[in-house]
């Protein structure tokens, strides 16, 4: 007895304002916004982390969600492996750590000589663009262009932290097994490239590969 009548009381623990409130509705037929935030207690500031569930508060959720270093006996947030391990992997240990993160791209067994080369094209500007701008008609002609285009795609917008480059070695037609002189494979790509882009209409598209990487040389007797 003495517990009970030392217990603190509790705002909210009072039915009779909220009984009222229901009368007066049902009498009336009219609720009005005064009557809602009474009610349903709109009005209370939200939950910055109380750690426990606040009843009178529709506004705290920490009964829901444990805080980042703690865990539940019950339920989708109990730490239980059996149960984690359920769930399946996890994608987010495979999201970018942010938008500027560069990506990676996966190494194949023995493609990691096409991957630098790869990632170098992908970081020149101009090269980027000169791509991008191709029309999709000429892509759709040209797969090797269009599997290249994708690639850069996905290294530009997507939100994993690598990228699967299987879709382009194998339009190439690359054998992953066996380690390839990277300055060679450059050479031969470009080459490629530049028959594959004189299908485009579009200048800068067109002679991109001769505008960045063509050089000449010339041999002067005085």
Known sequence: MTRGKNKRHRQGDDDGGTSDIWRKIHKTGVATDDNMNQLYMITKPVCSGCRVNTKDNPNCFCALVPPPSGTRKFGLWQKISDFVDSLGFDPNTELRASANSPAGLTN?????????????????????????????????????????ARLFAQLRLSKKTFIDSAPFVKTLELDNEVQQDSHEFLTLLLSLLEGCLRRSKISKARTIVQDLFRGSVSHVTT
């Open 108 to 148: 194949l067994g023995a493609t990691c000589y096409a991957n630098s080369i790869l990632q170098c094209l992908y970081m020149n500007k101009h090269f980027r663009e000169g791509l991008f701008s191709v029309e999709p008609d000429v892509l759709q002609q040209e797969p090797v262009l269009d599997q290249l």
